[in-house]
């Protein structure tokens, strides 16, 4: 698994920041709904991270918590 850079996960926040609660909501309810929005909207981060989604995912659940 490579390394996010600073860049791809300010990148990331970004992009889930600017969806509506609902949306977030959604998103976050599932590492499997995480792991398909990654891939829709930031592929090169999602094969860059896909060995460790389940551990960017709770970190990242608990950021927007």
């Known amino acids: 698994m490579g390394k996010m850079t600073d860049e791809e996960k300010r990148r990331v ?7 509506d609660r609902s ?6 309810a599932s590492v499997d709904a995480f792991g398909n929005w990654l891939y829709d909207k930031l592929y090169s981060i999602y094969c ?13 659940r608990n950021f927007f918590s």
Request: net charge negative.
């Open 13 to 19: 926040v970004e992009l889930l920041d600017e969806l």
């Open 23 to 28: 949306e977030l909501d959604k998103v976050l």
């Open 48 to 60: 860059k991270v896909r060995d460790a989604l389940r551990s960017l995912w709770q970190s990242i």
